[in-house]
C-alpha cells in the first residue's frame, strides 16, 4: 500500500467556479453547432467511442487531441467517418488544458462551424484530460457552436484498479505534461464526476459496475456499451456546467449508495467538530491510504473562517484551505468509498481519532488562539485570502 501522499490544493480558477457569473450557453433550438467533450484514460475505449459516434450520424466530425511528447506540442486532428481530415501539430506556449483550449480548439470549433456539412463536432482532448478545465476554458466562446454534452468512457473492468489503485499518469504514460504528478484514479474521478453522460464498457453486474454506482449521481446518465449512445441524444442538449462543478464540488459531496454484493461500500463520516491538526497528520495515512475514493470537506479549530477539501484518490490526498466559511461555522464531512472490508473499520476509527474530544470541543475555540499552524505546508498561510 503506498503512502498518502499530501499536498496543497491550489484554489480554481474564477472561471470554473460555481460563485462565477453565469454565461448563458446557446441553447437548443439556436443556429449554431454542438460540441461534445469527450473524456477517457482509455485509448481504445475512446476510440471505440469516437467511431460509434461518426458513424451514427452524417456530418459529425471529431476534434481529437493527442500530447507528442517528441515534439514537446499537441497534436490535432479532425475526423470523419470516411478518413482523416486535418491532422497538424501544434505547438503551445503553455502545456496547459485550459491554454491549449483556447488558443487551438476555440478557434478551431469556429472554423469547423463555418465549414457546410459539419452538423455536430466530437471534441476529445488528451488522455486524462480534466473536463471541466476542458469546459471552462471553452463556454465564455460559444457563439456559432455551444457545448452539448460531456461525456465519459469507463471500462468496467478496470475501473477499480483504474479508479483506486495507486498508479501514476507517468507510469502508464498519460501524463498531460512534464510534472503532471497525478493518479490515474485522480484523472478518472475529475472525469467521471463531472460528465453528464457515462458510457460503460463491460459486465453490468459485476464489481466493476457496483463501484460506478456508488459513485455516479443519480442525474447522470449512464449508458451500457459504446456502441449504444446515439449521436442525437448526445448532441440535441446543453451542456450544464454548473451542474457538472457542482458534482466536483466537496462542500456538496451526498452518499449516493449502491448494490454490495461484490463488497464495495460507503461511508457517510459526519461531524460537527473539527479535526485536531496534530491528530489529522498522525492518521491522515489511515484515513486515506489504500483502496479508497474519499471526498468531502473539513475545518480546523486554529483557522475556523476556513472550509477546508479532503479530495483522495488513486493513494493520493489532496487538502487545502480554499472557502472561506459563513458565519456559522463549518462541519466536517467525508465521504469514502472502498471495495476492502478491512478498509472500511480503519477509516472510520481513524475519522474519529483525528477529531476533537468531547472535551476538547466543550473548552471551545480559545485555546487554539495563536496555536501553532501545523497545516500551513497543506492549508497555506492562515489568514491568507481563501
Known sequence: MRTVIVKKQEPADVA?????????????GRNSLPVAVLSAIDPVLREALLASLLLDAEGVVALRY????????????????DGVIE????????????????????????????????????L???LSA???????????????????????????????????????????????????????????????EYADTLVVEGE?????????EHLRAPEQRLVHGVFALPAAELLEGTLDHLLGLRRRDVRYVEPHGGPVEHGTWTLDLCSERPFHPDRLLENIEELGAGSLRGRGRFWVPDRPDSICQWDGAGGQVS??????????????????????????????EAFGRSLLTAREWEAGLEPWLGAEDLLAPWLGVRGAAA
Request: glycine share 10%; with cysteine; proline share 6%.
Open 66 to 81: 493527442e500530447v507528442d511528447e517528441k515534439a514537446a506540442a499537441l497534436r490535432r486532428l479532425v475526423i470523419a467517418a
Open 87 to 122: 491532422d497538424e501539430l501544434v505547438h503551445l506556449d503553455h502545456p496547459c488544458a485550459s491554454c491549449a483550449m483556447r488558443e487551438d480548439a476555440v478557434p478551431t470549433l469556429g472554423r469547423l462551424a463555418g465549414i457546410g456539412g459539419i452538423a455536430a463536432v466530437v
Open 130 to 192: 480534466e473536463p471541466s478545465i476542458v469546459a471552462g476554458a471553452l463556454r465564455p466562446h460559444q457563439g456559432s457552436w455551444h457545448l452539448a454534452a460531456a461525456v465519459t468512457a469507463v471500462d468496467l473492468g478496470e475501473v477499480r484498479d483504474d479508479l483506486l489503485g495507486d498508479d501514476t499518469l507517468a507510469e502508464r504514460g498519460l501524463q498531460w505534461a512534464a510534472g503532471d504528478a497525478r493518479s490515474v484514479g485522480e484523472a478518472l474521478a475529475a472525469q467521471t
Open 16 to 28: 470554473d467556479t460555481p460563485n462565477s457569473v453565469h454565461f448563458q450557453p446557446v441553447g437548443r
Open 319 to 348: 487538502i487545502g484551505a480554499v472557502w472561506r466559511a459563513g458565519r456559522e461555522l463549518p462541519t466536517t464531512r467525508l465521504v469514502v468509498t472502498g471495495i476492502d472490508r478491512a478498509d472500511r473499520a480503519r477509516v472510520r
Open 204 to 212: 453490468a453486474a459485476g464489481p466493476g459496475a457496483e463501484l460506478v
Open 124 to 126: 476529445a482532448p488528451p
